[in-house]
Structure formats: structure tokens, C-alpha cells
């Protein structure tokens, strides 16, 4: 692999990290913890967690250009600038495996300087330390590592790790959706790391959790790495190429099988604590007992239900496929396996003439055929809405907080107006008027998703602080404090992205905020969703997902200037702009 450069605008101070997992394991004990790291985790796993693992440290790599640097880091952070160091070998390893690099090229050192808990627990901010001096040839390496932050985790200690125990730990983080993710054994220390990629709609920035047991577990370990992900496994098999290749072909079947399981209602009539016979769960949902076990042995391969000797039990990732559970993702599998299914079968046509397979197919856009059939309609929208958890952090966005902040004002003469331009079923604007009280909202919509959203937010007790409007993008309010773009620019080619955002800024105030929810293109080409859906966008929209300074053009090309942006679950971010001349963010009128 090259490791390419990213934009400079990309890159991530390493002081202001530093300073972050300091102030984040300060703030933070295990039992508050876990619960966010494992949404769901409660009960017995739970006190199992808290009883036998202990919040260690929070994790990140460094790249100081010398140890000078590093002890200047550590100083600007309050941190002890003498704390000795020793060879991490699990990191060091797993830097040159990434980047196909020698291991001799990297001297990778660990330090934990201490952090006092606010409980008064003493805790520690593990420091890799690889020392880049100015123009290295380890300068993109660098670069590539602080925007992706692969060796950033939280850690917990494992007291007294017997075997059995450490392995049953690993069980239930495995339960509650925690996958692992390497690991490895340093004789300098005698201590065996396990590592695990958290949830997606895990409640914090950091994507890994390590368990660390004092001591040589590497039968554990050994085991732990035959789950772990591909990247982590040899690479010395010939059998290896065609046999990923040939569960790549199998795609396909995924897709259907996952959909199939929801369509005839088996995650609805499963329980994840119990296992049913098959014969159990033919007879409510008028299936074949033995066709039904052959797919339910697929979607254990899966992980949607695991299969015991009493029958099939429904796991977490399944139960995302009920009809009734908060966050079901089962109208995403209906849609999936659907139309979209369909158009993806013309994908050829898409790459050749870069119009989209889903007018060949279907006569049509995708947006008029929705239109067209209300089922279709609904089930799209509600789809968009299962993704829902990709907005989890964005009520606390510094934007709408402020906004909320000059509704309380004493002196605001009326609330702050959030305006939710294609704003679906709803579910966006909810999220942010439940977690504002004092903010109303405009939602502009098509009219039929404008029923279902006012549907939606009298459901949630927001409607009466909600106007909706009707109407297309040329109709977007005026007045607003706050206009969100989610996921609608990415559906649309540059030049009506930038009739789009001309709309919006002609009915914005001055001192009014955008916010644009997209998924990004990496810039190094790295893994991510962002890839996958530009190809979705090719084959059934006309769409594209851009990097963040093609957004940054589109928007200046508006007269809009790109201020700032975060990251949300699910790959996106949150891109925040601002007219071309307006006052600074902090100077907003109150």
C-alpha cells in the first residue's frame, strides 16, 4: 500500500489529542463507560464488565519530531514529562503491516503518563510515541495515521484474567456487537492486548476498545485472532485470493437472505435470550422447517442469530431487522434487496453511458417513481430514517447549541428556527427539537412526506413547535437560524448542487448557519462507506459522494464559505457554512 498525503486541512493536532484523552479519561469511569461504548449492554453483562474490567487509559499515537517534542507535548497537557518509556511491539507491528513498511523502520515507544479519575482512581493516557523528524520519508505515514486514527482506543484492565474468565469477557463484548480487531502479545511488559471495533452507534469518538490482561494469554489471543478481521489474519495461504473472491460473488445472497429474514417476520418472532426449534418458528411465519434451518445456518454465518443445541437464538445485529424496535434497519433491507436491488443488476449500463441504471430499468427517476407509489414512498423514507443513528451527535453541534443558548437569552425576542430543507419523515428535526426545547422548526418536504413527518413529530410531542412547508428546493423559508442539509446534496449532480445551496443562501439571514450532512470521500484511499455509496449514487440516483473540498468549491461557488466540519456515526460528517463575508460564528447575534 502507498500512503498518500491528505489535505493539510485534514490533519489532526496531536497537542489538542493529547489534551482531549486526557481530559476524556478524567471524566470517565467504567460503569458510565461501557454502557455508551456498548449501547444496550445492561444486566448481568453489564455488572460482569464492570466487576472484572477496570477503564484503564485512553490510547493515541503520536508523531513528535523529536523527544524534545514529545516532553513539550506532554508538559502542554499537564502531563509528566519524565515518564519512562519501553518498545511497543503490538503497534509497531501493526503500523508496518499497514503501511508495508520494514518493523525495523519504526520505533515505536509506549509510555502512560498518570491521570487522576474524578473518583479519585488512578488512570493513565497510553502515549505511542513515533518519532517523525521534519520531511521524513515517515511524513505521510504520519499524516495518513492522524486522520484516520486507527491505533486511538479506550482500555480496560482485566483483574485476575484467568483464561475462562477473559474468554467469557470476550463473549460478551462479542454479544453486544464489539468485533475483534487484532492484538498481540509484548514480552516487555508481559501483557496480552485483545482488540475490538466498537458499535457503530457507539456514543463516543474513540472506534476501539482494548482489553489488556496482565500476563501471557496467547491461547485467548490465538483465538481472538482467528474472528479478527481479514486485515489481521496471515496472508500466506494461496487458497486465499479465490476463496475472498468467492465470498465476494456471494454478495448477492447476503443482501437477500438478510431481507428475506425480515420480509417473513422471523426477527419479530425470535428472542435474543432464548433458542427456538425451527419447527417453533415455521409454524408462526408459514415457512418450509427445513429451508427455513438452511437459512437460518447462513445467517448465522452472518451473525444475525447464533445457533445452539436448543435451536436458533436472534442476536443483537438481527434484532436491528424487527419492525417495532427503535432504529430498526429492516426498512433498509426491504429497500436494498428491492429496487435498488434491481437497478444494481444494470450497473454496466451506469459505468458505460454515466446515466443511471435506475431510469434504464424503471423508465424514470427514482425520486418520480417513489412518487408515484405511496408504499414504495414510505418505505424509502423510512429507510432514510433507519440510518437515523448517523444524527446522534448532531444536537449538540456547536451551531444548534448556540441557537438554543439565544432562545434562553433573556433579551431573545423569539426562539431560534431551525429549517430542515428535504427533511424526510422528520426524524432529523425531531431529534434536535427533543433535545432543544426552546427551538422551533420549519420542515420543507414533499407533500406526502410532509403528512408522515408531522405524524412523526406530534408523536414525539415537537409538533407544536413545527411549521412544514410543501413545496421543492426553490421554496425554501426565509428567516431561519439554523438550515440543515442531510444527505440530499450527495443526490444530486455540481451544478444543481449549486442552484441548491443558491436557494438556500437567498433565504438566508446573515448571521444564519448551514449545516451539510454528507459522507466523505477519503482523500488517501482508504476503506470507507463513502465509497460504497458513490457507487450507489452512480447506479441509482445520478448522485456522486464528494471529498470535503469539493464541497468546499460548491459552496463557495454559492457565495457560502466552509467554516468547519465533524464527524458523525456511519462515516459522515457534518460540513458547517456560513454566507461569504459574515460575521464570525462567535460574533452571532444572541
Not at 486522520?147 to 484474567?161: G, I, K
Not at 451473525?303 to 443445541?309: F, H, K, L, M, S
Not at 413529530?457 to 442531510?486: E, H, K, Q
Amino acid at each position: 500500500m502507498t500512503t498518500t498525503l491528505p489535505d493539510e486541512t485534514l490533519l489532526r493536532d496531536d497537542t489538542a489529542c493529547l489534551r482531549a484523552a486526557a481530559r476524556f479519561v478524567r471524566e470517565h469511569d467504567s460503569a458510565a463507560l461501557l454502557p455508551l461504548l456498548l449501547p444496550g449492554l445492561g444486566g448481568p453483562d453489564l455488572r460482569a464488565l464492570a466487576e472484572h474490567c477496570r477503564f484503564a487509559h485512553a490510547g493515541l499515537l503520536l508523531f513528535p519530531p523529536d523527544s524534545d517534542g514529545l516532553r513539550a507535548q506532554l508538559a502542554d497537557c499537564g502531563l509528566a514529562v519524565d515518564t519512562p518509556s519501553h518498545p511497543s511491539v503490538v503497534v509497531r507491528d501493526r503500523l508496518a503491516r499497514r503501511h508495508r513498511r520494514d518493523p525495523a523502520e519504526l520505533d515505536v515507544r509506549i509510555l502512560r503518563p498518570r491521570v487522576d479519575g474524578h473518583d479519585g482512581e488512578r488512570r493513565a493516557v497510553e502515549v505511542f510515541a513515533l518519532t517523525v523528524p521534519p520531511h521524513s520519508d515517515l511524513e505521510p505515514l504520519a499524516a495518513y495515521e492522524r486522520v484516520r486514527r486507527h491505533e486511538a482506543h479506550l482500555a480496560f484492565e482485566v483483574e485476575h484474567p484467568e483464561p475462562l474468565a477473559l474468554r467469557g469477557l470476550c463473549a460478551i463484548l462479542g454479544r453486544h456487537g464489539a468485533r475483534p480487531d487484532g492484538g498481540g502479545y509484548n514480552p516487555h511488559e508481559d501483557g496480552t492486548v485483545l482488540y475490538f471495533t466498537l458499535p457503530a452507534d457507539a456514543a463516543c469518538d474513540y472506534r476501539r476498545l482494548e482489553l489488556y490482561a496482565p500476563g501471557d494469554h496467547r491461547d485467548t489471543l490465538a483465538a481472538h485472532l482467528d474472528h479478527s478481521d481479514l486485515d489481521h489474519r496471515p496472508r500466506d495461504d494461496a487458497r486465499q485470493p479465490a476463496e475472498t473472491l468467492l465470498h465476494l460473488f456471494t454478495g448477492a445472497w447476503t443482501t437477500q437472505a438478510l431481507a428475506t429474514f425480515a420480509r417473513l417476520g422471523l426477527p419479530d418472532v425470535m428472542d435474543t435470550r432464548t433458542a427456538h426449534r425451527t419447527e417453533d418458528l415455521a409454524r408462526p411465519t408459514g415457512t418450509h422447517p427445513r429451508s427455513l434451518a438452511t437459512l437460518l445456518r447462513y445467517l448465522a454465518m452472518l451473525g444475525a442469530v447464533v445457533e445452539e443445541q436448543e435451536g436458533f437464538r436472534l442476536t443483537e445485529l438481527g434484532a436491528l431487522l424487527r419492525a417495532d424496535t427503535p432504529g430498526s434497519m429492516r426498512p433498509l433491507a426491504l429497500m436494498y434487496a428491492g429496487p435498488f436491488y434491481r437497478s444494481f443488476g444494470a450497473l454496466d449500463h451506469a459505468v458505460r453511458t454515466g446515466q443511471p441504471a435506475f431510469d434504464h430499468l424503471f423508465g424514470e427517476n427514482h425520486f418520480d417513481h417513489f412518487a408515484r407509489d405511496p408504499e414504495l414512498a414510505t418505505l424509502f423514507d423510512r429507510s432514510m430514517a433507519a440510518s437515523s443513528r448517523m444524527f446522534q451527535p448532531l444536537p449538540t453541534h456547536p451551531v444548534i447549541t448556540a441557537a438554543a443558548q439565544a432562545s434562553q437569552a433573556a433579551q431573545a425576542s423569539r426562539a431560534a428556527t431551525v429549517v430542515d430543507i428535504a427533511g424526510g419523515n422528520g426524524e432529523l428535526l425531531g431529534r434536535i427539537l427533543t433535545a432543544h426545547p426552546r427551538l422551533r422548526g420549519v420542515l420543507l418536504e414533499r407533500p406526502h412526506a410532509v403528512q408522515a413527518a408531522r405524524r412523526l413529530l406530534d408523536a414525539t410531542g415537537c409538533g407544536s413547535r413545527c411549521d412544514y412547508r410543501a413545496g421543492d428546493f426553490a421554496d425554501v423559508p426565509t428567516g431561519g437560524d439554523v438550515y440543515i442539509l442531510s444527505r440530499v446534496l450527495h443526490d444530486w449532480d455540481d451544478d444543481r448542487c449549486r442552484e441548491i445551496l443558491r436557494h438556500c443562501v437567498r433565504a438566508m439571514p446573515a448571521h444564519a448557519d448551514l449545516l451539510v450532512v454528507e459522507r466523505l470521500l477519503p482523500v488517501d484511499g482508504s476503506p470507507s462507506l463513502a465509497t460504497a455509496w458513490d457507487l450507489h449514487m452512480l447506479c441509482n440516483v445520478g448522485g456522486r459522494e464528494r471529498r470535503a473540498d469539493h464541497y468546499a468549491r460548491l459552496l463557495a461557488d454559492a457565495g457560502l464559505q466552509l467554516v468547519g466540519r465533524r464527524p458523525l456515526p456511519l462515516d459522515a460528517h457534518v460540513l458547517h457554512a456560513r454566507k461569504a463575508g459574515a460575521p464570525a460564528p462567535t460574533a452571532r447575534r444572541s
